[in-house]
């Protein structure tokens, strides 16, 4: 079957580094995305990953390894503002989203 | 420039009741998505359509109908409305590119009675 693992909930400090990990099992593999979820709100895309590497952007980067079916979203400097959900989805074969739960992040001052 | 606009936004039916979700897009997509999302689940895709006429089946399509008569336009329709559906909608459309982002429409609270 298809599946995507992420932890439920996360809390960090404001001004530290977060590592919000995901693991993947899908029928082919199309890339690996990541969108920000704010309480009541719609997600937003963040990034997109279809090689092995990382890709960053500003204080977000993605990784993915798709030989061991994992990626990570990590945040730096963190910011009250970055509280929200983390959703990790995988493009299968045809290129149909499989999502995960989500990543309830909470930033601690 | 909206973007994504899903009405209504919140609505409360009686169980048997019919409804209908509209969402408009002005970015010219190809292809849009119905989702439903609920708590400890990741979004599920209803149905979608790759263009102008079209719609397929997505995860939970049950209970279900919708239609796409104008490129701009994903209306998704309940028959008669179950508890089961209370959820929160979310519509969304791509352009062309497979590897494309989805834009989001805010949603649609629907609680049935």
């Known amino acids: 079957g298809q599946n995507i693992d992420q932890p439920t909930e996360m809390t960090a400090t404001e001004g530290a580094i977060v590592q919000i990990n995901c693991t993947y099992q899908t029928s082919g593999f199309n890339g690996l995305f990541w969108y920000q979820q704010h309480a009541g709100e719609a997600p937003t895309f963040l990034s997109y990953n279809v090689l092995d590497g990382l890709e960053e952007k500003g204080r977000f980067s993605s990784f993915l390894s798709r030989s061991k079916g994992y990626s990570y979203l990590l945040l730096k400097e963190l910011q009250m503002k970055d509280s929200a959900s983390y959703l990790c989805a995988a493009a299968d074969s045809n290129y149909q989203l499989i999502w995960g739960a989500g990543t309830k992040l909470i930033i601690k001052p | 420039n909206a973007g994504v606009t899903q009405t209504p936004k919140f609505r409360v039916l009686k169980t048997g009741q019919s409804m209908t979700l509209l969402c408009a897009q002005d970015?010219?997509?190809?292809?849009m998505y119905w989702y439903r999302q609920d708590p400890g689940m990741g979004l599920r895709l209803i149905h979608y359509s790759v263009g102008e006429g079209t719609t397929a089946k997505g995860e939970v399509p049950d209970g279900y109908n919708v239609s796409r008569l104008k490129k701009q336009n994903f209306l998704l329709g309940l028959e008669s409305a179950a508890p089961s559906q209370t959820s929160v909608y979310f519509c969304?459309?791509?352009?062309?590119?497979?590897?494309?982002?989805?834009?989001f429409g805010e949603g649609s609270r629907l609680t049935v009675l």
């Open positions: 970015m010219n997509h190809e292809y």
């Open positions: 969304a459309s791509k352009g062309t590119g497979e590897s494309g982002e989805l834009f």
